[in-house]
């Protein structure tokens, strides 16, 4: 790495002139034989030699940077950590038709970018590097970048799946890949839809720990012990990221739209087997309805695309399931 002159200076300039000094340091004692002027000159000194390590310190962490560090010059832009993937390295040149929802036609415009990836390259990291380099116009939803959040879903050579977690490479057709927005969802802008109505149906079904006693959870020595028995019961069911892909992949939604959907349904699951939940049998009765839990043909898509393994399919089954026991036996919940 280059260094400035200042830089230089600042570091190397002490080193060297600490001995120097020292020597000077010690003339001058001799020279001097009131205390006052011998504190004083310890004083300087003392200043002289924190200057000197602190030289060194920087020195040696310098020594201590990775290979890879990179030094941000004045006016240079920061690199997010999806730069085009640089000549050589195993990179090569593919190409991203990317199906884009025009929302002042109305329609579906193909655009066919060609940019260069690597042997780790999502398809998230293709479309950023487009929009950096290419056209800034293009739009899409994305900000984890490592398949927590859920905001990346799409449908990469017509698959549902997180864009962020899908590796470039393995999944080219002839040197190609197809993008295109979830058409479960409706359409907002390029690859970017709505989620108004998939967030809606979540909060419809109460997505959330309800108990008689509203007031409890304000009191601090309150606890909901629950054994791993209790907790295998729901917790396959609560690693759902709320990405959506379970519904653009299940065929009754798109034929259906009233249809509640595997994604909220799933949930109804997940909080109906809470053993802390005391909403019981009326969590059933909000789905016991032909729309809801009932219009579920067990296609299983949902659980095919799902990239958390949430297995929305297997979810309702046991919802359907849990309210046939409820109308033939009366009880609530096992
Ligand atoms: S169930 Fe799976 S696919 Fe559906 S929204 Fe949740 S994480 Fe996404
Ligand atoms: S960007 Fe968060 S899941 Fe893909």
């Given at each position: 790495?280059?260094?400035?002159?200042?830089?230089?200076?600042?570091?190397?300039?002490?080193?060297?002139?600490?001995?120097?000094?020292?020597?000077?340091?010690?003339?001058?004692?001799?020279?001097?034989?009131?205390?006052?002027?011998?504190?004083?000159?310890?004083?300087?000194?003392?200043?002289?030699?924190?200057?000197?390590?602190?030289?060194?310190?920087?020195?040696?962490?310098?020594?201590?940077?990775?290979?890879?560090?990179?030094?941000?010059?004045?006016?240079?832009?920061?690199?997010?950590?999806?730069?085009?993937?640089?000549?050589?390295?195993?990179?090569?040149?593919?190409?991203?038709?990317?199906?884009?929802?025009?929302?002042?036609?109305?329609?579906?415009?193909?655009?066919?970018?060609?940019?260069?990836?690597?042997?780790?390259?999502?398809?998230?990291?293709?479309?950023?590097?487009?929009?950096?380099?290419?056209?800034?116009?293009?739009?899409?939803?994305?900000?984890?970048?490592?398949g927590?959040?859920g905001?990346?879903a799409?449908?990469?050579?017509?698959?549902p799946v997180l864009?962020?977690e899908?590796?470039?490479?393995?999944?080219?057709?002839?040197?190609?890949?197809?993008?295109?927005?979830?058409?479960?969802?409706?359409?907002?802008?390029?690859?970017?839809?709505?989620?108004?109505?998939?967030?809606?149906?979540?909060?419809?079904?109460?997505?959330?720990?309800?108990?008689?006693?509203?007031?409890?959870?304000?009191?601090?020595?309150?606890?909901?012990?629950?054994?791993?028995?209790?907790?295998?019961?729901?917790?396959?069911?609560?690693?759902?990221i709320?990405c959506?892909l379970?519904?653009?992949?299940?065929?009754?939604?798109?034929?259906?739209?009233?249809?509640?959907?595997?994604?909220?349904?799933?949930?109804?699951?997940?909080?109906?087997?809470?053993?802390?939940?005391?909403?019981?049998?009326?969590?059933?009765?909000?789905?016991?309805?032909?729309?809801?839990?009932?219009?579920?043909?067990?296609?299983?898509?949902?659980?095919?695309v799902c990239p958390k393994g949430v297995?929305?399919?297997?979810?309702?089954?046991?919802?359907?399931?849990?309210?046939?026991?409820?109308?033939?036996?009366?009880?609530?919940?096992?």
């Amino acid at each position: 790495m280059k260094r400035s002159w200042i830089s230089i200076a600042t570091v190397y300039a002490p080193m060297l002139g600490v001995p120097v000094l020292l020597y000077l340091y010690l003339a001058a004692l001799l020279l001097h034989s009131d205390v006052s002027s011998r504190i004083l000159l310890s004083l300087i000194m003392l200043g002289l030699i924190v200057f000197g390590v602190m030289g060194f310190r920087d020195v040696f962490l310098e020594n201590e940077r990775p290979a890879n560090f990179i030094e941000l010059k004045e006016g240079q832009p920061k690199d997010h950590g999806h730069s085009v993937a640089a000549e050589g390295e195993g990179s090569r040149t593919v190409e991203l038709l990317v199906r884009r929802f025009n929302p002042s036609t109305g329609s579906m415009d193909d655009h066919t970018f060609r940019t260069r990836v690597h042997h780790f390259s999502t398809v998230l990291d293709a479309l950023i590097d487009i929009k950096q380099e290419q056209d800034n116009t293009l739009s899409m939803r994305y900000s984890c970048r490592m398949g927590i959040c859920g905001s990346c879903a799409m449908v990469v050579n017509g698959k549902p799946v997180l864009a962020c977690e899908t590796n470039i490479l393995q999944n080219l057709k002839e040197d190609r890949i197809e993008v295109s927005p979830m058409q479960g969802h409706p359409l907002l802008k390029d690859l970017v839809t709505d989620f108004d109505d998939f967030f809606a149906r979540h909060k419809r079904i109460k997505p959330h720990i309800v108990r008689k006693d509203e007031e409890e959870k304000y009191l601090a020595e309150k606890e909901y012990p629950q054994t791993k028995e209790e907790l295998s019961r729901y917790l396959p069911f609560s690693y759902c990221i709320m990405c959506g892909l379970c519904v653009d992949a299940c065929p009754v939604v798109n034929v259906n739209p009233r249809f509640l959907g595997p994604q909220a349904l799933s949930q109804v699951q997940r909080y109906y087997s809470d053993s802390r939940d005391e909403l019981g049998g009326t969590r059933l009765d909000m789905v016991d309805r032909l729309e809801d839990v009932w219009d579920c043909e067990f296609a299983g898509a949902c659980s095919v695309v799902c990239p958390k393994g949430v297995d929305p399919a297997f979810a309702i089954q046991l919802l359907k399931s849990e309210i046939v026991r409820k109308d033939l036996t009366g009880n609530q919940k096992k």
